[in-house]
């Protein structure tokens, strides 16, 4: 396999769930895959790990063609790009085209972002991307419908291949407490790279009548501000966030916790965390890896309706409330704290549910479809081992 996007130690969220699909997929087929990264302006002396062997500049658009006979002359059988739209250059992205197109062999594109009322352009260069593609993934069947119904894709071409989730035992969060030195507090966390889109600050609002009701609730905010956010306009979000904590009198129960959280150490706040909140303003965001891991660690989940808050949530699976709207978040959340038993239900629902989105589910299901596309051979891929973890 080779795959193509962007790659750490780059800073993005296309970034991190490449290297998690990367390193599932090997995990559980034994295999070595290699890895074609993709610079924004300013990457080109960024130093990648070694199974990095060839890099795309976004904004030179020659580079798509030379890539392109890179990936022709590699013994790769398929190439996966992990796709969003400002990761290429073009007016949309559409430079991408030309890449898939000169490509001789299968092409799978995994769509992170699907617009339901897209501009003109967009339809157009997202229609070519698909056309192009020998098949499409996409992370939720909301995205699917939309492909099929807005875009007029083939149903046939697309593959619905969930966000991979940690696979970690539903459990108590004493431990994981004791471990932050937390206690007995009642955890409310969010995490990912900060931005003004997250609606941080109506949740920092609501905290306000929280705490009224449970002053042991602690609201933890785990992230750095976004690496473009900050070459933009530096810490200005999250100096605004802090000044809000200040004035509302939430030093106590309010923590922006400052860094690039390592799998690990995700996974221990996570387990810690007794509900996850995702007060995000973009109400047709289609996938969000912090809630598929949230689901996937059985936890309580508060968020906005977004488009794949409202597929991901149903059934009891968790709860919604109003964008902007912090009374609806401080109301929701104390019902929860208050009611322990209906906390306790929704948890192992989303826990129950986030079963069939753990790692070595999503690297079957692109292995099958990997296998299905690539050229014949006398052999096929099988997973090596039912247990399997993602490396930190």
Same mark, same amino acid.
């Not at 099929?148 to 969930?162: E, M, Q, T």
């Not at 956010?229 to 802090?242: D, K, V, W």
């Not at 706040?269 to 059985?298: E, F, K, M, R």
């Not at 986030?354 to 052999?379: K, S």
């Given at each position: 396999?080779?795959?193509?996007?962007?790659?750490?130690?780059?800073?993005?969220?296309?970034?991190?769930?490449?290297?998690?699909?990367?390193?599932?997929?090997?995990?559980?087929?034994?295999?070595?895959?290699?890895?074609?990264?993709?610079?924004?302006?300013?990457?080109?002396? &960024?130093?990648?790990?070694?199974?990095?062997?060839?890099?795309?500049?976004?904004?030179?658009?020659?580079?798509?063609?030379?890539?392109?006979?890179?990936?022709?002359?590699?013994?790769?059988?398929?190439?996966?790009?992990?796709?969003? $739209?400002?990761?290429?250059?073009?007016?949309?992205?559409?430079?991408?085209?030309?890449?898939?197109?000169?490509?001789?062999?299968?092409?799978?594109?995994?769509?992170?972002?699907?617009?339901?009322?897209?501009?003109?352009?967009?339809?157009?260069?997202?229609?070519?991307?698909?056309?192009?593609?020998?098949?499409?993934?996409?992370?939720?069947?909301?995205?699917?419908?939309?492909?099929?119904? &807005?875009?007029?894709?083939?149903?046939?071409?697309?593959?619905?291949?969930?966000?991979?989730?940690?696979?970690?035992?539903?459990?108590?969060?004493?431990?994981?407490?004791?471990?932050?030195?937390?206690?007995?507090?009642? %955890?409310?966390?969010?995490?990912?790279?900060?931005?003004?889109?997250?609606?941080?600050?109506?949740?920092?609002?609501?905290?306000?009548?929280? %705490?009224?009701?449970?002053?042991?609730?602690?609201?933890?905010?785990?992230?750095?501000?976004? #690496?473009?956010?900050?070459?933009?306009?530096?810490?200005?979000?999250?100096?605004?966030?802090?000044?809000?904590?200040?004035?509302?009198?939430?030093?106590?129960?309010?923590?922006?916790?400052?860094? $690039?959280?390592?799998?690990?150490?995700?996974?221990?706040?996570?387990?810690?965390?007794?509900?996850?909140?995702?007060?995000?303003?973009?109400?047709?965001?289609?996938?969000?890896?912090?809630?598929?891991?949230?689901?996937?660690?059985?936890?309580?989940?508060?968020?906005?309706?977004?488009?794949?808050?409202?597929?991901?949530?149903?059934?009891?699976?968790?709860?919604?409330?109003?964008? &902007?709207?912090?009374?609806?978040?401080?109301?929701?959340?104390?019902?929860?704290?208050?009611?322990?038993?209906?906390?306790?239900?929704?948890?192992?629902?989303?826990?129950?549910?986030?079963?069939?989105?753990?790692?070595?589910?999503?690297?079957?299901?692109?292995? &099958?479809?990997?296998?299905?596309?690539?050229?014949?051979?006398?052999?096929?891929?099988?997973?090596?081992?039912?247990?399997?973890?993602? #490396?930190?």
């Amino acid at each position: 396999m080779l795959f193509l996007g962007s790659f750490p130690p780059r800073e993005c969220g296309i970034a991190t769930f490449m290297k998690d699909v990367v390193d599932c997929y090997d995990a559980y087929f034994g295999t070595m895959s290699k890895i074609i990264a993709i610079d924004e302006p300013g990457g080109e002396d &960024r130093v990648y790990p070694p199974e990095v062997i060839g890099r795309l500049a976004q904004h030179d658009r020659s580079s798509y063609g030379a890539v392109a006979r890179f990936i022709n002359a590699d013994p790769c059988d398929v190439l996966n790009i992990q796709h969003e $739209y400002g990761l290429f250059g073009g007016e949309d992205g559409e430079w991408i085209v030309d890449l898939i197109s000169a490509v001789t062999k299968p092409v799978i594109v995994s769509l992170h972002t699907v617009l339901p009322e897209p501009s003109l352009n967009h339809l157009r260069v997202a229609r070519k991307i698909c056309a192009s593609a020998s098949a499409v993934v996409v992370l939720s069947q909301t995205g699917q419908d939309i492909l099929v119904r &807005r875009y007029g894709v083939d149903a046939s071409k697309i593959r619905v291949i969930h966000h991979g989730v940690p696979d970690v035992p539903f459990g108590s969060t004493d431990i994981p407490k004791a471990a932050f030195g937390l206690g007995s507090r009642m %955890v409310i966390s969010t995490f990912g790279l900060i931005n003004r889109g997250k609606g941080l600050e109506y949740a920092i609002e609501a905290m306000r009548e929280i %705490v009224k009701g449970h002053p042991e609730a602690l609201f933890l905010i785990l992230g750095q501000t976004h #690496p473009v956010i900050r070459r933009n306009e530096g810490e200005t979000y999250r100096e605004s966030l802090q000044a809000s904590i200040i004035e509302y009198g939430l030093h106590d129960n309010v923590r922006l916790v400052d860094h $690039y959280l390592a799998f690990s150490e995700l996974i221990n706040y996570l387990q810690a965390t007794d509900i996850y909140l995702t007060p995000y303003l973009n109400p047709v965001q289609i996938v969000s890896g912090t809630l598929a891991y949230a689901v996937g660690c059985g936890k309580a989940v508060v968020s906005t309706p977004y488009l794949y808050a409202e597929e991901l949530l149903a059934h009891g699976r968790g709860f919604l409330v109003g964008f &902007r709207d912090a009374a609806s978040i401080s109301n929701t959340i104390t019902a929860l704290l208050d009611d322990p038993a209906l906390r306790r239900s929704t948890e192992r629902r989303a826990y129950k549910f986030g079963r069939q989105m753990t790692w070595p589910h999503v690297a079957d299901d692109y292995g &099958r479809l990997f296998t299905e596309l690539a050229p014949r051979r006398d052999r096929s891929l099988r997973g090596r081992t039912a247990e399997f973890a993602l #490396p930190a």
